[in-house]
């Protein structure tokens, strides 16, 4: 069965620095991979996903993740981060042909001044 | 223009009660689901219904009912509440399968005394 495993529970960056949020697929075929967002008390908000194609794909709020087939990984970056970034932050794959999607457990960004 | 509505944003009732939450998207999707999502933000898949046909359902105790009345509404009934039902409960669509994001409500806060 398909896993998702984003092995950082929390992470704290400066605003203003660089960011990245791994995330590991488990899955014998290409998944279709997502990025979500949840702010507090908010309902999950679609960053980006990859399909096929370029392995580096741009999202919305100037976030980008790359596929890395290798080493079966999709991580999520940002050059710059601004406060309101922080959140709650999930991968999720889908698979083809299939109405289920899993969910990581989440990465929980805070942003220092 | 809400895609994705639920009612109640919150839902504050008493063990052994029996209560219900609704869900309706406008999106034109034909797939919806439940999520429940814990203290820990850890999200659970709990049923998944394509053109009102449940094809996903997961190790969720009896007392949890959907019942989709059509394409465009996904409820959820549950019975006999008991204090481990506290959670945010996330109701979601999508159009088609595996390669289409989900989108998702703003959440029901279930709080049980």
């Known amino acids: 069965a398909q896993s998702v495993t984003q092995p950082d529970i929390h992470i704290t960056v400066s605003e203003g620095a660089s960011l990245e949020l791994r995330c590991n697929y488990s899955?014998?075929?290409?998944?279709?991979l997502f990025w979500y967002v949840q702010s507090p008390g908010q309902g999950l908000q679609l960053l980006l996903k990859y399909f096929s194609g370029d392995t580096l794909v741009q999202g919305i709020k100037g976030f980008e993740a790359e596929f890395k087939r290798s080493q079966s990984s999709f991580n999520l970056r940002k050059p710059s981060v601004h406060w309101s970034d922080a959140a709650e932050y999930f991968c999720?794959?889908?698979?083809?042909?299939?109405?289920?999607?899993?969910f990581g457990a989440g990465t929980r960004l805070t942003v220092k001044p | 223009d809400t895609a994705v509505s639920q009612t109640p944003k919150y839902l504050v009732t008493q063990m052994g009660n029996d209560k219900s939450i609704k869900c309706e998207q406008n999106l034109g999707h034909d797939t919806m689901y439940w999520y429940k999502q814990d203290s820990k933000k850890f999200l659970k898949i709990m049923f998944s219904?394509?053109?009102?046909?449940?094809?996903i359902n997961e190790t969720v105790p009896n007392r949890f009912s959907p019942k989709s009345p059509d394409k465009a509404h996904l409820n959820l009934h549950i019975n006999s509440l008991e204090l481990g039902d506290s959670a945010v409960y996330f109701c979601?669509?999508?159009?088609?399968?595996?390669?289409?994001?989900?989108?998702f409500g703003d959440g029901t806060r279930l709080s049980i005394l």
């Open positions: 899955y014998g075929a290409t998944p279709y």
């Open positions: 999720a794959v889908g698979l083809y042909n299939n109405n289920d999607m899993r």
């Open positions: 219904y394509n053109n009102k046909e449940l094809i």
């Open positions: 979601a669509s999508r159009r088609g399968q595996g390669n289409q994001p989900q989108h």
